[in-house]
């Protein structure tokens, strides 16, 4: 199994065709600040994230590349607005679909694998960014926590509770 480096990683491209056809793997480690479409959800972009992708048939011969990613992200919690540890830990299954070929009806029904166009140049970080940005939470939340609070130590009011309490008087 080839490790790539992280400056490695931003310039590959696969032939996805060829690269599930070899079985061939590769893994290595992403720096999360190399993730640019993640950025908006983040709280900090330090650390990184492991991943494997590798190829392979199954018994009918279709082609799948099969791309696993681990590690932890530091997400904005949606509620209190501070860090939220979020566990990764994915395993995404792509049935790779020959370009010009018809898409089978019941590729599109199969929830085990995602089918998408074989390019002869797959670009690998986007292809592992989109899986990461499919895990993440459109809200992530912390089970419990408190709005957040001003300088003078009030907690922020909801954008109508101003209003809410004019109306009361």
């Avoid at 330090?46 to 791309?67: Q, T």
């Avoid at 990613?69 to 939220?84: D, F, K, P, Y």
């Avoid at 370009?99 to 998408?116: C, H, K, Q, S, V």
């Avoid at 809200?139 to 609070?149: F, I, K, L, T």
């Amino acid at each position: 199994m080839s490790r790539l480096s992280m400056q490695q990683l931003g310039d590959i491209r696969i032939d996805s065709l060829e690269f599930a056809r070899e079985g061939r793997r590769l893994a290595g480690d992403v720096p999360v600040h190399m993730l640019q479409r993640l950025t908006d959800v983040l709280a900090d972009n330090g650390g990184a994230l492991a991943w494997v992708v590798h190829g392979e048939y199954d018994a009918g011969r279709e082609p799948f590349l099969v791309i696993e990613v681990s590690g932890e992200l530091h997400l904005v919690c949606q509620r209190c607005l501070t860090a939220l540890p979020f566990n990764l830990n994915i395993k995404s299954i792509l049935h790779l679909i020959a370009p010009g070929a018809a898409w089978p009806d019941e590729a599109l029904e199969d929830d085990r694998a995602d089918p998408i166009e074989a390019l002869g140049e797959q670009p690998l970080l986007p292809l592992i960014e989109d899986e990461v940005l499919l895990a993440v939470p459109i809200a992530p939340r912390h089970e419990s926590c408190m709005p957040p609070v001003h300088d003078d130590d009030s907690a922020a009011l909801l954008p109508f509770a101003k209003l809410a309490q004019l109306m009361k008087h």
